[in-house]
């Protein structure tokens, strides 16, 4: 047997220590060989939980089982891992200090097929192993890494367009994660509020934030969905103290009712994640005689978040906002006079990647006039993830595409990294893929005539006047 101990201390509380180290996810983040881990069991961390790593060896990979069968909160976790070659015990205590938490990490490797015999020979190579490991694990804990900004790979992706539309793939996504930085931070007592929260990446990202404290009040429309929303994130984290608020986000008038609900309640925000949305494919008006795609995905974010201004804004914390838009965007030129389509030229696609373009637009003024109220704003598109949304939508992309769609986590990743990590809360009016900063602009055509990005906001407000004088239910 070779048994490796290493001691760190880090400045952060022994909850956050714990539950970084507990959340086995993790390790990717701080152990070098460590190349992917996935939760394989149900439920929210704790005894019994069980991941999947693998582990590069050499030149080779190999895959270990763990789980947890010790959870002492706060103070002890065991994992026991089991491989082909070797098992591992980890044993890990954490200890409240004047400075921090100490932790002590101790790992018990059990070789088979007579690699015991080579123990002399490997030890060496486990002691430096192990002691990169922790020191991983203490940078992890104890540093803010820099915002990150675009890598010259994707910079060179883009200017060829074709790779850079490549990666919305699930490959995009995996050739981001050797490059990302550790996100140990929890949002405990952080209000975020995410619209769409029911289905696909609304529903990923809920999950995700539950996982990581935040206080969540989720935007959804159909009040039957409710209680499988509950159910799905109390089965994955534990937790049902959620908010939920229910609202048609394509009526204005729905809009005003829920903002007004979440200004009585007057509790400050930190988080507003803009997700819901759909693609139409069928022109259509909504009941107060707005094109649907507008409404939806451009007027309904714009006023809700203008809305909720008081509390988002002059916080001590700062706050962030989140907008999600698409890759479709890359396709059209933001024109005011063509943001609603009429009913004989309609292409859902079109009208969609329209919305998503001034959305875009709309992030960069707001991350601009904003900037003095402590509020960032950043719009984020997920590449292309394989969700309820694009299923019911886009059913011949999907089959063509699906072996090379993300998963709605993969997708929802950037949502979450926004509204999580420390770093991001630096950076304020750009667009995100993979975490890396990306360009509005794939083809030079797409940018806007002067004068187009200034009359955005004074157009939606006389969109939104229109629907105040046409629509009863919203006087
Ligand atoms: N998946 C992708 O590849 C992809 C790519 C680019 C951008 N996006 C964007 O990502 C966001 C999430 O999409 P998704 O793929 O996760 O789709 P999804 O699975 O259909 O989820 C969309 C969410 O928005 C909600 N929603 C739709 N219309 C609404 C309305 N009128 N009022 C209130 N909520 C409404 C849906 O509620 P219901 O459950 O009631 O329908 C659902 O919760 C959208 O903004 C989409 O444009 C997705």
Redesign the pocket.
Known sequence: MISLREEITVPRSVEDCFRYVADFRSVTEWDATAQRCQKVSQGPIGLGSAFEVDCRVGPTSITLHYEITEYEPWATIVLVGKGRFFDVQDTITFTETDDGTRIVYCADFTYRWGLERLEGQLEAGMRAMGAESLAGLKKALSEKPAAPAISACSERADRWVVPGIAMFSRWGFKRSLPQRQPVSQYLDGQHVVV?????????ATSVALAEAGADLTL????PK?SAALLDTIEAETGRRDINIEL????LMAHVEALSARLLAQGKPIDVLIN?????FNEYGLTEEGLEQSFA??LLSPWQLTRNLLPLLADHERKCRVIN?????MYTEQLACNRLIMEPDDYQGARA?ARA?RALTVVTELWAEAWADRNITVNAM??????????A?ALPTFRSITRRI??S?EE?ADTIVWLARAAEAGDITGQLYLDREPRTPYLLEKTREAPGEREGLEAFLAAQLALTETETPAAA
Do not use: E, Q
């Open positions: 619209t769409g929260a029911s289905s696909g990446l609304g529903l935007v959804i429309r159909d969905k609202a048609d986000l394509s997700n819901a949305g759909a693609l939806l995905l999600v838009v698409s890759g479709g969609y998503k598109h997920p590449g292309w993830a394989d969700t309820p949304g694009v019911s769609l993300r709605p997708g």
